[in-house]
């Protein structure tokens, strides 16, 4: 899903997500695969994460082209415990940069390094969880701007839990905005493994701009 949680990964354990996104519109796709996402706890609140996509991008008419995403690098840290509390509290900021000008050029990624800064909020009530994150968005070459997201989950059984959320985006002033509704879920195969899926689209745009669909299909292995 697209908006995060306070969990955090045990601590000297390692989580890692392999995968992939696409983003669909009438006129172009853009695929990251794979999408390599890694995760390592340093302490019993507080764990490091790395990412870096390979992206494929084709628009209508002028074929496709492909390169290196940007590489992030991120640390999240839970200073509010649910148990204490009755609610758990996280940060996870987070800095993505330019791995490859040639993937600029050929506008197979945006220009810029990018700072993430947001807040995770989650309460838990027997088998459901309401989540809601709230970030600014700090790009050094384009406008900055605002990131919210509300997600409910459910876990059924032991192997399956189900999410629903919306989430989005808008400049600063808040006059344009791209909301999308996304659904997916979390299935248990192993006692190490795990298999991430999701699906959205959009249900608000700026004026003029083209539906978007996107996807996310993963296995994590915990190690």
Not at 86 to 94: E, F, K, N, V
Not at 96 to 117: M, P, Q, Y
Not at 143 to 159: C, H, I, M, V
């Amino acid at each position: 899903m697209i908006t995060d949680d306070p969990g955090t990964v045990d601590k000297g354990h390692l989580e890692i997500n392999s995968g992939i996104t696409a983003e669909h519109t009438a006129s172009e796709t853009s695929i990251e695969f794979p999408f390599i996402d890694i995760n390592y706890g340093v302490s019993a609140r507080q764990h490091i994460n790395f990412e870096v996509p390979l992206v494929s991008r084709y628009v209508q008419g002028e074929g496709s082209d492909n390169g290196i995403g940007k590489m992030g690098i991120g640390t999240k840290f839970r200073f509010v415990d649910q148990d204490s509390a009755g609610i758990a509290i996280s940060t996870h900021p987070a800095c993505s940069f330019v791995l490859s000008n040639n993937a600029v050029t050929k506008g197979v990624i945006d220009e810029g390094t990018e700072f993430f800064l947001p807040l995770e909020f989650q309460k838990d009530y027997n088998q459901n969880s309401f989540g809601i994150e709230l970030g600014r968005l700090i790009n050094t070459k384009t406008e900055d701007s605002w990131t919210y997201g509300a997600l409910y989950a459910r876990e059924f059984n032991a192997r399956i839990n189900a999410a629903v959320e919306v989430n989005g985006t808008s400049n600063t002033n808040f006059s344009e905005s791209t909301m999308f509704l996304n659904v997916g879920a979390r299935m248990t195969i192993t006692s190490w493994s795990k298999l991430l899926f999701s699906a959205g689209k959009t249900i608000i745009l700026p004026k003029g701009n083209e539906d978007v669909y996107i996807g996310y299909l993963a296995l994590q292995v915990a190690i």
